[in-house]
């Protein structure tokens, strides 16, 4: 992790849903003139489409010959929901036999650049997270006093999710701090050092009277991760090595989980 990172200077979106930041901006960009140079060929009739039906502006006023300059302005004063429309528009366009390398380059700048949406194969977007998700982490990650160790365990898990560009061990580092977030979490309301994964989990759910079953399934489902197969000692699950949704899934559970028993805990 890298020194603004580490240190907490540089602020990171989690998962951009409904803005677009100029780091996402620079990344639609770059997708839009990599089309337009490489797809396109330069055909003036294709940019002048462009012109007139996506940017709406007039056709007498399209200049001669290609220029990346002539979308520069116009995109910059689009709203960050018509810069996704732009994606979309260009998928359109493009010859069929060109779908897959678009595709692929769409969603390579929407992935490093921590956009909350991804492009289907029929050249749609749709969303790979939700506000309700988003808030579930940011709530875990504002704890203070005695649970504060589970915060910063979160925001470890973030840092990592969301580090660009994205390291080998990027999301292993991220499932694993938001594992050592419950693990934290185990230890307070136990007040035993020692309390790790599933058997952890059992242990607060049953000083919670939490329901038997639910107790048992979460700790089958973490237990798991202090065995020797186990995600901090392995970078992958059997041959499937941990990506973006694995470590989603765990920063997004397990934050929703702490949030429930801290909210039980303070009940009790």
């Known amino acids: ?46 940019l002048k489409y462009v012109w007139t039906k996506f940017f709406i502006k007039r056709a007498d006023r399209c200049p001669d010959g290609f ?4 979308f520069k302005e116009p995109y910059d004063f689009l709203k960050w929901y018509r810069k996704y429309d732009l994606l979309e528009f260009c998928y359109i366009i493009i010859n069929e036999n060109y779908y897959n390398k678009y595709l692929t380059t769409v969603n390579g700048y929407l992935k490093i650049c921590n956009s909350a949406w991804r492009m289907n194969g029929v050249g749609k977007l749709y969303p ?3 506000k ?18 589970v915060s910063t365990h979160i925001k470890a898990a973030i840092a990592h999710f969301s580090r660009r560009p994205i390291e080998e061990s990027s999301y292993r580092n991220s499932v694993g701090e938001s594992i050592h977030a419950m693990e934290a979490l185990c230890r307070v309301i136990t007040n035993k050092n020692t309390t790790t994964g599933g058997v952890g989990i059992k242990m607060v759910c049953d000083q919670l009277e939490l329901h038997k ?16 197969e186990g995600i901090r000692h392995a970078l992958c699950f059997g041959d499937k090595t941990i990506d973006f949704d694995d470590a989603k899934y765990f920063l997004v559970s397990i934050s929703a989980f702490v949030n429930y028993l801290i909210a039980i805990y303070e009940r009790s």
């Open 1 to 46: 992790m890298i020194f603004s990172e580490r240190e907490g200077f540089l602020d990171r979106e989690i998962l951009q849903i409904d803005k677009v930041d100029e780091t996402l901006s620079n990344g639609i960009w770059n997708t839009f003139i990599e089309l337009v140079r490489e797809i396109t060929m330069n055909d003036h009739r294709i």
């Open 67 to 70: 220029q990346f300059n002539m």
């Open 128 to 130: 790979i997270t939700n």
């Open 132 to 149: 309700a998700e988003i808030e579930e982490i940011e709530r875990a990650s504002r704890y203070e006093n005695k649970f504060e160790p």
């Open 213 to 228: 079953a639910l107790g048992e399934g979460y700790s089958r489902i973490y237990g798991f991760s202090s065995n020797a």
